[in-house]
């Protein structure tokens, strides 16, 4: 059953208009929210009720709500139907008698029992059943009752969004669930947030790092932060620039199947990377793409390129789209929706962006760009909004559903992907496309969640073993 929808004018009952019997009732079903949002208010973090693992060894075998959750629908009742609006509640005697699961369908009802004229006092029978109709809350409340009748609407409650960056991080740890660890060569991880980064993603399962830098200096910052080394393989290098090409040597010769940058510059690492003879470029363009899961967008969406190529020409911008595309189906988005944003929604030859946003939507057309949707351009509001989009009368399989933003330029992309991580509490990842091996290309300012994030798409790549990482580059 859904949850009912609530009278909008609340009006009370007086102490002289109620009689014995009388009764008011309610009915609501526990939802995952509820119980979250009862875990913040209240403090109360009670794993049988937030830990759906621990849950599931505990004696319910499953995720229950808070008991005072089902005593607030008591209150509910009491304070907005019978008495209603200015009851105060003196006392409440109740007995928790089952369990409630999520998607329990409660039934609230409450019955007056005694009157207490001296005082204006009156005791209600208070039952929660549910959809089985078993009782799982009984007992009783006292309240003193209003004197005089109080009408008035229903105050309007603000729209909460529920952000759960653990559960939202859990959720993409499961895709490299029973996949076995990626041999990941971490260069230079010489400062404790890549270092910690790398030991936190081998923990988690997913990569056996190989830990590329002047052995000294790690070994340093390991035991100034308490990070145990011992069952990691180190290979040590005099400093960065050397860390960078042997990591990329260690990936050529077959010994690491991944990179991870650690605390050198990008420009360090990706030097060695698209070295002609010695790096690991393909037939394609390399470029980044961010993921991000935001709270309030209903699927992950990627961004392409934040990171890397400054102001892509069309060909290159061709590689970038076709790399996303690429790496959207192996994250299980078999077509991908590609929107090619510029500031407005129409083609400008005042503005390139647009210019360019219509050939590549004709290249797809000639299957020059392949496996995805596209559309361009597109404004943001119209590519993530289908409001906005039919406001604009925008039609099409893209427009407000995109799966891949594809930005102007370098400049764009990276301020918008830092928006949505840091205003929008976007869950944020990133991975370099097109090389032989997937690239974590980290950031000072990362969290230890974003890079183990990163480090699944890196594993999920290796392990999907995409052609573009097999074809030496000739141009």
């Known amino acids: 059953m859904a949850r009912e929808t609530l009278p909008q004018i609340l009006e009370s009952r007086t102490y002289d208009d109620i009689a014995l019997g009388d009764s008011a009732e309610l009915t609501r079903t526990l939802r995952p929210e509820d119980i979250q949002l009862f875990a913040v208010m209240s403090g109360d973090a009670n794993a049988g009720a937030v830990d759906p693992e621990f849950a599931q060894s505990g004696l319910f075998r499953d995720v229950v709500a808070h008991g005072m959750w089902s005593a607030s629908l008591i209150s509910t009742v009491l304070g907005t139907q019978l008495p209603g609006p200015g009851t105060l509640l003196l006392e409440h005697s109740l007995r928790f008698l089952r369990p409630v699961s999520l998607g329990d369908t409660i039934h609230i009802v409450v019955t007056a029992r005694e009157k207490f004229a001296h005082n204006r006092h009156i005791v209600f029978d208070c039952e929660c059943r549910n959809q089985e109709g078993q009782s799982v809350v009984s007992g009783s409340a006292e309240v003193l009752a209003p004197t005089q009748k109080y009408r008035t609407r229903r105050a309007a409650l603000p729209e909460v969004t529920i952000s759960d960056r653990y559960a939202r991080l859990q959720t993409l740890l499961a895709r490299a669930s029973g996949l076995p660890p990626v041999d990941m060569a971490v260069v230079h991880p010489c400062d404790a947030e890549s270092l910690a980064g790398a030991l936190a993603a081998a923990e988690a399962g997913l990569i056996t790092p190989i830990l590329v830098g002047p052995a000294a200096k790690i070994r340093a910052v390991a035991a100034e932060n308490a990070l145990d080394l011992a069952a990691h ?243």
Do not use: W
């Not at 040597?249 to 650690?262: E, H, P």
């Open 233 to 475: 393989r180190l290979v040590d290098v005099p400093h960065s620039h050397a860390a960078a090409a042997m990591a990329v040597s260690l990936t050529r010769n077959g010994d690491a199947a991944a990179l991870m940058k650690g605390s050198l510059h990008t420009d360090e690492l990706m030097a060695e990377v698209v070295a002609r003879s010695s790096g690991l470029r393909t037939e394609r363009r390399i470029s980044h793409v961010f993921v991000m899961d935001v709270p309030t967008y209903p699927r992950p969406i990627l961004i392409t390129d934040a990171a890397v190529n400054i102001a892509p020409s069309l060909a290159e911008k061709r590689d970038i789209i076709q790399n996303a595309i690429d790496f959207a189906q192996i994250i299980g988005v078999p077509t991908p929706k590609v929107a090619i944003l510029s500031a407005v929604e129409t083609v400008n030859p005042s503005l390139p962006s647009t210019l360019d946003a219509a050939a590549l939507c004709k290249m797809a057309d000639r299957r020059q760009i392949t496996g995805g949707l596209l559309d361009g351009p597109l404004a943001f509001d119209n590519a993530v909004s289908l409001v906005a989009a039919k406001s604009k009368g925008i039609h099409s399989a893209v427009a407000g559903q995109a799966d891949i933003l594809v930005v102007p330029d370098l400049e764009s992309g990276n301020m918008l992907a830092k928006q949505l991580e840091y205003l929008a509490n976007a869950l944020t990842a990133g991975i370099v496309l097109g090389a032989r091996v997937p690239i974590v290309l980290t950031s000072r300012a990362d969290t230890c969640e974003t890079r183990i994030a990163s480090c699944v798409l890196a594993v999920l790549i290796a392990h999907a073993n995409p052609p573009a990482n097999h074809t030496e580059n000739t141009r």
